[in-house]
Nanobody, 122 residues
């Protein structure tokens, strides 16, 4: 069993910063791509940023230059530093990881965290 546990969400004023963390645990052989997605009320879940084991990153255009994704492979943790937050960044943020479990090392499976609320007030 694999679990992703997020932390770091909250309420912040526009222009402020937050740092999200997501730690993976369980029967993990290795972790491929990790990422953050978000879902605002009434909208579909969208990609925010992803990062490979070698730290190659990809960002949604809406967050480029403001958000930074990073990971600590030894701690099986991915981070999202969010600066210059805007009200439109308000959403539930979900961690995602493609994990190769110890029970089946020939394929990876996608796992999701429970989500953490980020609210940016104007």
């Amino acid at each position: 069993q694999v679990q992703l546990v997020e932390s770091g969400g909250g309420l912040v004023q526009a222009g402020g910063s937050l740092r999200l963390s997501c730690a993976a645990s369980g029967s993990i052989f290795s972790i491929n791509v990790m990422g953050w997605y978000r879902q605002a009320p009434g909208k579909q879940r969208e990609l925010v940023a992803t990062i490979t084991p070698g730290s190659r990153t990809n960002y949604a255009d809406s967050v480029k230059g403001r958000f930074t994704i990073s990971r600590d492979n030894a701690k099986k943790t991915v981070f999202l530093q969010m600066n210059s937050l805007k009200p439109e960044d308000t959403a539930v943020y979900y961690c995602n990881a493609n994990v190769v479990p110890t029970t089946s090392i020939f394929t990876g499976n996608d796992y999701w965290g429970q989500g953490t609320q980020v609210t940016v007030s104007s």
